[in-house]
């Protein structure tokens, strides 16, 4: 019998991302369903079946997830054009305020369900965030391009720094008021965001450089960008910094040195994809089904509260940012998924020792599994409807 159970836990995780993988393939076949949706939907019910092996329990899984995710966001920030926000500070700007706006809203929302405080404050920096896993892998999928994706994944990047910036600054004043430690509190803050973007850029300057001393095949370039990824998120995690704003920001300054990616080498090929579908299905795996629940009302308020924000601020500049109204609202319904960058935060933060993070995860556990569910959905939908992919133009 202890065979049996200790090969059930060997083969578990394994088992699952084969089951995933093929029912997302035959998901997106019949019914042209997001392949993240599928996967998180097998997390969520190997999740519910309490199936042996996927547990936090196992070490290594939340690095590995760093991982995965840091390589979506080095793709987000490598497609992010500095320039572009020259020619049209309207986007940045939007992209600034919409965050302030969403933060103040989900704050003032929370205090209606006797939340504390740090709860509350915290879960109002996680609302700023869009999921760029599932923002850039539905577009990927789609290949849509066009001006609301283009808009979709600047303003997607925009609202990563700002929630984890949001968050730093949080888990900062958590500490000063539970220990009165300035420098304690400064470095989990200040300290954190400045040399996690510093440690990024850095690696963007030296990569490009390295690939330039002699000539690389584009095979090779995006081996180099994957293992400079995991040592990116290596060093992050001995030093006690953010893996995934490190990660957004090499992207962004390689972009700006000027080593161009292939739209063959998007996704990081099939590593990229098997690290895409275990991500899902960890995340998903990390919401308790008993914590959804109680926290059914507090999760649908939120999420009308942050849908509604994110589309009322793309409306209201849309033309002053140079599209129209229509494409305004496609965009803010676009920035829907959240889950898989605001869990892995919370998750990164609990591993610092950040203690609230893991009752925020029970609060809002109910929010997360809908985004995660249909998030990826509605942002298919919404670059469908504007005309922006391959499967519109077929």
């Known amino acids: 019998m202890n065979n049996i159970a200790f090969l059930l836990q060997a083969i578990a995780w394994p088992l699952v991302l084969l089951i995933a993988w093929f029912l997302g393939e035959l998901?997106?076949?019949?019914?042209?369903?997001?392949?993240?949706?599928?996967?998180?939907?097998?997390?969520l019910l190997g999740g519910l079946v309490n199936l042996p092996g996927l547990t936090t329990d196992i070490q290594g899984l939340p690095f590995l997830a760093n991982v995965a995710l840091s390589l979506v966001l080095f793709e987000l920030g490598y497609r992010i054009n500095l320039r572009w926000f020259r020619h049209n500070p309207w986007v940045l700007a939007l992209g600034v305020v919409e965050s302030a706006i969403t933060f103040g809203a989900i704050y003032v929302v929370t205090g209606f369900f006797a939340l504390p405080e740090d709860q509350r404050l915290i879960i109002a920096a996680l609302s700023v965030s869009a999921s760029p896993a599932g923002v850039v892998r539905v577009a990927n999928e789609l290949r849509s391009a066009g001006q609301v994706t283009e808009r979709v994944l600047h303003l997607c990047a925009i609202n990563c720094l700002m929630a984890v910036a949001a968050l730093k600054l949080v888990i900062g004043y958590w500490y000063l008021s539970t220990s009165g430690d300035l420098v304690l509190a400064a470095f989990g803050s200040i300290h954190v965001l400045l040399t996690s973007v510093a440690v990024g850029g850095l690696l963007g300057v030296a990569v490009p450089w390295l690939l330039r001393l002699r000539s690389t095949p584009e095979r090779g370039v995006t081996v180099v960008f994957a293992l400079s990824v995991l040592l990116l998120t290596t060093a992050a995690?001995?030093?006690r910094l953010s893996p995934l704003l490190a990660a957004l920001s090499f992207g962004i300054v390689a972009r700006e040195r000027r080593v161009h990616l292939t739209n063959a080498q998007r996704d990081f090929g099939t590593a990229g994809d098997l690290l895409s579908v275990f991500l899902f299905v960890y995340i998903a795996s990390l919401l308790e089904w008993a914590t959804v629940g109680a926290g059914l009302l507090l999760g649908l308020t939120l999420i009308a509260v942050r849908g509604a924000s994110k589309a009322v601020c793309n409306v209201a500049a849309a033309r002053l940012s140079g599209i129209t109204e229509r494409k305004g609202l496609l965009t803010g319904l676009a920035l829907t998924p959240m889950s898989a960058f605001a869990i892995l935060l919370l998750d990164q933060s609990r591993l610092y020792g950040f203690e609230p993070a893991a009752q925020v995860l029970a609060a809002i556990a109910a929010m997360m599994l809908l985004q995660e569910l249909l998030g990826p959905v509605v942002t298919q939908r919404a670059l469908m409807a504007a005309q922006e992919t391959h499967v519109t133009k077929e």
């Open 237 to 239: 995690f001995g030093f």
């Open 27 to 43: 998901a997106h076949e019949r019914w042209r369903v997001p392949r993240v949706s599928t996967y998180v939907a097998v997390g």
